[in-house]
């Protein structure tokens, strides 16, 4: 008995060598105090150390940008997860899609809830790539040294809608169907080799069982994986251009530099503050995500049926402003406006030379360029917002007080 709180002591003493045992072979070394330990955590871990070791203070106030390129991250990695779990059950055919989906809905353990985290992080990392480019686009950031992180920037747009787009027809329901249909009878419009496109997208004239087949394969391995790569490469050259877009300052001498002087902006080191806020905005994402997929369920109508179309039929949300520019001519909907969108896009560090701005919200000196990417950003919202609510059967306008005419 004499031996027995002993054995009991010396049992917890191994348990918590044990522990701090593991802690270091993961973590290497205690809890980092010292500011020369701060800077090691982030040099010395996989994943932190993608951040510089330091950064402004200004990092870390949320107007600088409002958190939205990490959130495009995190919505990207939540999408990989919740599509691991979906295709443990889905099956690429137009036979066993659409059952799949009610098996997800109805009988798969959190099915229902992995389907609705799935749609919702979607429709949200679209929007939330949108203003994460209005906010780089707002205060500069695309400016020397950063065009060409600018120009992955915009070729991530691209595979957010691509990612987006070839999900939207998986569930092989109406609303998929019509939806994909009117999406691909779009991309028909450009001249020449827009026919072609669309054979090589639906693989056949018409979205059918080739049709789903790419979609799949696109959806799950050709875009995210190349989406991957970019981001991965998107988030490298950020810290490889300096770090976030900071307001330039004049120095005594004259010349601009980019480094603000150290007593109007400090630098603080990134562990563990910054660190920090990056958790709470991943917990205060994901805390609203479950939250909407448990209040709102991902949409689901009948089956497809390509004998009986949907009136009216809508490309997906993101497509409207397109699909009511086409309704007046397929010409500048379907060729002139996307094509012109996204040269404009792409080349606007190249024409866009004048300095000064960089890091600041609205700046004076860069007043002609935020006026006219305001009034682009207005005429696409106007024309999504009637496309979305406004248009009924036939495409006919209707006022919503009127209530809707409901899909005939
Ligand atoms: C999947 C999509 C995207 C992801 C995951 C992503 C991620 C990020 C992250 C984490 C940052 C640093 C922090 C921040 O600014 O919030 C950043 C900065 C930046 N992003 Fe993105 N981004 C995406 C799309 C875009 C798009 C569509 C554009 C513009 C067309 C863009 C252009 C830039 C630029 C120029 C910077 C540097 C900003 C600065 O220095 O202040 N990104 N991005």
Same mark, same amino acid.
């Given at each position: 008995?004499?031996?027995?709180?002993?054995?009991?002591?010396?049992?917890?003493?191994?348990?918590?060598?044990?522990?701090?045992?593991?802690?270091?072979?993961?973590?290497?070394?205690?809890?980092?105090?010292?500011?020369?330990?701060?800077?090691?955590?982030?040099?010395?871990?996989?994943?932190?150390?993608?951040?510089?070791?330091?950064?402004?203070?200004?990092?870390?106030?949320?107007?600088?940008?409002?958190?939205?390129?990490?959130?495009?991250?995190?919505?990207?990695?939540?999408?990989?997860?919740?599509?691991?779990?979906?295709?443990?059950?889905?099956?690429?055919?137009?036979?066993?899609?659409?059952?799949?989906?009610?098996?997800?809905?109805?009988?798969?353990?959190?099915?229902?809830?992995?389907?609705?985290?799935?749609?919702?992080?979607?429709?949200?990392?679209?929007?939330?790539?949108?203003?994460?480019?209005?906010? $780089?686009?707002?205060?500069?950031?695309?400016?020397?040294?950063?065009?060409?992180?600018?120009?992955?920037?915009?070729?991530?747009?691209?595979?957010?809608?691509?990612?987006?787009?070839?999900?939207?027809?998986?569930?092989?329901?109406?609303?998929?169907?019509?939806?994909?249909?009117?999406?691909?009878?779009?991309?028909?419009?450009?001249?020449?080799?827009?026919?072609?496109?669309?054979?090589?997208?639906?693989?056949?004239?018409? $979205?059918?069982?080739?049709?789903?087949?790419?979609?799949?394969?696109?959806? $799950?391995?050709?875009?995210?994986?190349?989406?991957?790569?970019?981001?991965?490469?998107?988030?490298?050259?950020? $810290?490889?251009?300096?770090?976030?877009?900071?307001?330039?300052?004049?120095?005594?001498?004259?010349?601009?530099?980019?480094?603000?002087?150290?007593?109007?902006?400090?630098?603080?080191?990134?562990?563990?503050?910054?660190?920090?806020?990056?958790?709470?905005?991943?917990?205060?994402?994901?805390?609203?995500?479950?939250?909407?997929?448990?209040?709102?369920?991902?949409?689901?109508?009948?089956?497809?049926?390509?004998?009986?179309?949907?009136?009216?039929?809508?490309?997906?949300?993101?497509?409207?402003?397109?699909?009511?520019?086409?309704?007046?001519?397929?010409?500048?909907?379907?060729?002139?406006?996307?094509?012109?969108?996204?040269?404009?896009?792409?080349?606007?560090?190249?024409?866009?030379?004048?300095?000064?701005?960089?890091?600041?919200?609205?700046?004076?000196?860069?007043?002609?360029?935020?006026?006219?990417?305001?009034?682009?950003?207005?005429?696409?919202?106007?024309?999504?917002?009637?496309?979305?609510?406004?248009?009924?059967?036939?495409?006919?306008?209707?006022?919503?007080?009127?209530?809707?005419?409901?899909?005939?």
């Amino acid at each position: 008995m004499d031996g027995h709180p002993n054995r009991v002591l010396g049992f917890l003493a191994a348990l918590r060598a044990l522990g701090r045992q593991l802690y270091r072979s993961i973590f290497r070394g205690s809890y980092p105090a010292s500011l020369r330990q701060q800077l090691a955590v982030v040099v010395n871990n996989l994943i932190l150390h993608v951040h510089p070791t330091r950064v402004f203070r200004r990092s870390l106030s949320p107007q600088t940008t409002f958190g939205l390129g990490l959130i495009c991250f995190y919505l990207f990695i939540i999408e990989w997860v919740t599509g691991v779990y979906l295709m443990f059950y889905y099956e690429p055919s137009t036979g066993a899609a659409y059952g799949r989906i009610l098996d997800l809905d109805y009988v798969i353990t959190f099915g229902r809830l992995m389907r609705n985290l799935h749609r919702w992080a979607a429709e949200a990392m679209v929007v939330a790539v949108a203003l994460h480019m209005c906010r $780089v686009f707002y205060t500069g950031a695309y400016k020397p040294p950063r065009e060409f992180n600018w120009i992955l920037g915009v070729v991530l747009l691209l595979l957010t809608l691509a990612l987006s787009f070839t999900g939207y027809l998986l569930p092989w329901d109406q609303l998929s169907f019509w939806a994909v249909t009117v999406g691909t009878n779009i991309v028909s419009y450009a001249p020449v080799l827009g026919p072609k496109l669309r054979f090589v997208l639906l693989g056949g004239d018409s $979205v059918g069982s080739d049709a789903l087949l790419r979609f799949y394969t696109l959806h $799950v391995l050709a875009v995210p994986a190349l989406a991957a790569l970019i981001i991965n490469y998107h988030i490298w050259r950020v $810290v490889k251009d300096g770090g976030l877009a900071h307001p330039l300052q004049r120095h005594p001498g004259g010349e601009e530099k980019t480094a603000p002087a150290p007593r109007t902006d400090p630098v603080i080191p990134t562990f563990p503050l910054v660190v920090y806020a990056e958790l709470l905005v991943f917990v205060v994402l994901m805390a609203g995500l479950v939250a909407a997929s448990l209040l709102f369920d991902a949409p689901l109508e009948e089956e497809a049926n390509p004998l009986r179309p949907s009136n009216p039929s809508k490309a997906p949300w993101y497509f409207l402003g397109l699909q009511e520019l086409v309704s007046y001519s397929a010409f500048w909907g379907g060729v002139m406006v996307p094509t012109v969108l996204t040269l404009f896009l792409l080349f606007l560090p190249y024409f866009d030379r004048k300095a000064g701005g960089e890091g600041v919200w609205f700046a004076r000196e860069r007043m002609g360029m935020i006026i006219v990417w305001t009034v682009i950003l207005a005429g696409i919202v106007v024309t999504t917002v009637i496309g979305v609510f406004l248009r009924g059967p036939n495409w006919s306008f209707y006022w919503p007080w009127q209530g809707w005419p409901g899909p005939q």
